[in-house]
């Protein structure tokens, strides 16, 4: 089978070969992959920056999806011809990760999905609600499950409520289209007046340029009345201080990203005369992957997809993810 590896740090390493085609053994699941999306995790990992310890060579990216190729003796989550995808933490089933759920990830500890076929214990996939495409359902793993984890599991997200949205990339897309289908009100925060407006077109209440407006907390807070219930917090640090002036007493930030900073330098004064609740999201568990998925069937859901790549042109997929500019997701077409 064809699949891209990292044998060394930086992108230039990024390699198109081939590796012998995996064989599913008992409990175990053959995914013959359709589609991949791309994460800024993905980038961070393969440029040496999210950690140094990466055992090469690496099949890279955590997110995609395909058809079951083959099963093992014994599995009864699949069968051959489901359209499903890995999840992102192949261990972590429900619940708080208490012990080692987190420790083997899709793209890192185990090997990502830019590759023709893959093999996975059966309780580590899902399967797609009816409806969405490969490329769609790829779209989900990481940059999905944390918009709904964030709004959902953390927030407690629903009709009514107000959610304040930074950014139009993959995660803050999903966090407004969810907030949208959940019947919430939902602020996006953007530097671009063209992207604000496509923001409205997926759901968006209300919309703030950033650049216009440096105190766009104060803004938010009075556009939900008596502040906005969640935040979708993804510059980090930067940015945290107008999060807080943003939300409601008892709101919650949900860290996400830090395209702002990653220190905090953070007087405790307004985490306490709000209330906060702070989060860090680091994607979710299965179950709340499958209850995702199961809303996104029910609310005819479909990720926004700005870029579609070949799959020899996956270094460009992720040069553009580098360089910005584009609203919702980039995704790689594998071959049929």
Known sequence: MRAWQLPAFGLDHLTLGDLPTPEPGPGEVLVHFAAASV??????????????????????????????????????????????????????????????????????????????????????????????SAAELACFPCAGLTAWTALVEKSGVGPGSWVLVQGTGGVATAALQFAAALGANSIVLSSSDERLARARELGATETINYRDNPDWGEQAYALAGHGVDAVVEIGGAGTLPQSLAAIRHGGHVNVIGYMAGAALDLTVFPLIIRNANIHGIGTGHRAAFEAMLAFVGEKDLHPLIARRYAFDEAPSALRDLDAGGFQGKLVIDLPG
């Open 39 to 132: 994460n800024p995790r993905d980038s961070q990992i393969i440029a040496g920056h999210f950690t140094p310890n990466v055992d090469f060579p690496l099949v890279p990216l955590s997110d995609g999806a395909g058809t079951v190729a083959a099963v093992g003796d014994g599995v009864s989550r699949v069968a051959v011809g489901d359209l499903v995808a890995p999840t992102f933490f192949p261990n972590w089933l429900d619940g708080e990760a208490l012990e080692d759920e987190r420790k083997v990830s899709g793209g890192l500890e185990a090997p990502g999905v830019l590759r023709e076929y893959g093999v996975y214990a059966e309780h580590a996939l899902v399967k797609a609600p009816p409806g969405l």
